[in-house]
C-alpha cells in the first residue's frame, strides 16, 4: 500500500468506558475545569430516569466501568440511585469528586449500593493553596476527612493531584499527602488546556524548568515508591514530543453523556464546528455508537492527512487530539500540534515558554455566565514554522 492509498474501514468494538457528567454545578470554581465554558443549567440537566436508562444501555452495549463525574456529582441528591443502579447492571463504578458534598455518612451510604472507587481532585497541598484555586474556604479539610473515610470504608481511592505553574513545586509533599493517607494510587494531572483552563492558559503555563524538576522527581518517586503507590501522570501537551492518544482514540473505547443528555466522544469534542452530537433523549445510546455521524467522524485512522497518514504511530496516538487541532489551528483533522512532526509543533512550544515567563494573568473563575470574558480572550490560531 502507499502512503496515500485510502485506508479501508476497521470493524467498530464496543465503548469500555462511559464518563457520565451527572451536573456542571460545583462548589469550587476551578481556573482549569475542563468543564465547557458554556455551562449546562440545573434545568437542563437529564432527571434520573433519564440517567438509568442511560446506564442500562450503555452495560447492554459492552461498557464495563463508568465514571461519575461533573460539575460535583454529590450535588445531585439521586446520585446513591444512580450508583445503585450502575452496580445492578454490572458495570464498575467510580465516584469522581472534590469532596465538597460528600461526607463520611454519605460515603458509606454510596459503598453500601456498590460503589467500588472514588477519585478525590486536591487542587493543592495547602489550605491557602486549595482556595486560592477552588475559592472553596475549608475544602482541604474536607478532602482529608473524605479520604480517611474511603480508607475506614474499605473503599480503594485515587488522590488526583491537578498540577499548574502555581503548585508544580510541592508534587513531593502531593505524593507524601497521598502515602499519608492511605491512596491506592496518585495521579499527577498537568493541566490539560480545554475549557476553563485554555481560558486561563497564561496563568497556569509551567516553566520548561518546572517541568524539568517534575521529571525528575517523578523518575525518583517511581523507583521509591513501587508496590507501595500506583502513579499516573500527565504532561502538558505543549511540552511533549508526542501527543496522548486522546480517549485511546476518537469513538474507539469511551461516550461522555454531558449532563444535557448530549453525546461525545470526548468532553471537548464542542469546540469542533460543524458536529451535530446526538441527543441520548432523542436517539438509542447504541445507534449514537455505532450510526452517528460525529461518532464516525475521526474513528479509526481513515480521515488521517500527513504526516499522520503514513507514521508508525498512528495506531498508538490516533494523531492526537482533534479537539486541540481544532482549538489551536482551526481545523480538527490537522494533525495535533503536540507533535513533533507537525509544522506547528515548534510554535505551540514557543507559546508555552512566552507564557509560562510572562507575569501571570489574573485567573478567570469558572462561573456560570462568563462567556464573554471567554471571548475577550480567545487565541489567534497558531503560525506554521
Ligand atoms: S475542576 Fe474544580 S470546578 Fe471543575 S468540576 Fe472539578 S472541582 Fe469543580
Ligand atoms: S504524525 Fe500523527 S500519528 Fe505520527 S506521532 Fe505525530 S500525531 Fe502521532
New binding site residues.
Partial sequence: MTASAPVPPEPVEPPIGLLAELTHRCPLQCPYCSNPVELVRRGNELDTATWISVLDQAAELGVLQVHLSGGEPALREDLEEIVARAVAAGLYTNLVTSAVGVDADRLARLRDRGLHHVQISFQDVTEEGVTRIGRAPGALARKIALAEAAVRLGLPWTLNAVLHRHNLDRVERFLELALELGAHRIELANVQYYGWGFVNRAALMPTPAQLERFRTVLERAARELAGRLAIDYVIPDYYAR??KPCMNGWGRAVMVVAPDGRVLPCHAAHVIEGLEFPQVRAMPLREIWYRSAAFAAFRGTGW?RE??RS????E?????CRCQAAMLLGDPTA??P?????PHHAAMRRLAEVESTGEPPAFVYRRFGTRATMRRRELAPLPAD
Avoid: H, N, Q
Avoid at 311 to 314: L, M
Fill in positions: 508526542y501527543p488521517m504526516p499522520c507514521c508508525p504511530r498512528r498508538e496516538d490516533f494523531g492526537g494533525t495535533d503536540a507533535c513533533s512532526l507537525s
